[in-house]
């Protein structure tokens, strides 16, 4: 079982910056996958960036160039470093675990956390 726990979200003007941080119950260096989903008003949730245990990175369109996905080994966290914030990254921000099982892969998601751009 894995819990992960998210912060850092809030209001900020657009070509504001925020760091969310998602907190895992668990060692990361175990969790060959995480990663970062949103979603946002009356919309699916999707893909925002993602990172593997090797290190290995995966970004949205909308992301790239805007967005670091980062993991800290000893802190057992997930950051995603967000700059030139736009309106339409306002959403809730979910943090996923990716966990290989012998049994087969789970995932486990974060609460979430609101990032609100606006002016």
């Known amino acids: 079982q894995v819990q992960l726990v998210e912060s850092g979200g809030g209001l900020v003007q657009p070509g504001g910056s925020l760091r969310l941080s998602c907190a895992s119950s668990?060692?990361?260096?175990?969790?060959?996958?995480l990663g970062w989903y949103r979603q946002g008003p009356g919309n699916v949730r999707r893909p925002v960036a993602t990172i593997r245990n090797t290190g290995g990175t995966d970004y949205a369109k909308s992301a790239e160039g805007r967005f670091t996905i980062t993991r800290d080994n000893a802190k057992n966290t997930v950051n995603l470093q967000m700059n030139s914030l736009k309106h339409e990254d306002t959403a809730v921000y979910f943090c996923?675990?990716?966990?290989?099982?012998?049994?087969?892969?789970?995932?486990?998601w974060g609460q979430g956390t609101q990032v609100t751009v606006s002016s």
């Open positions: 996923i675990a990716g966990v290989n099982y012998t049994s087969g892969n789970k995932d486990y």
């Open positions: 668990v060692d990361i260096k175990s969790i060959y996958q």
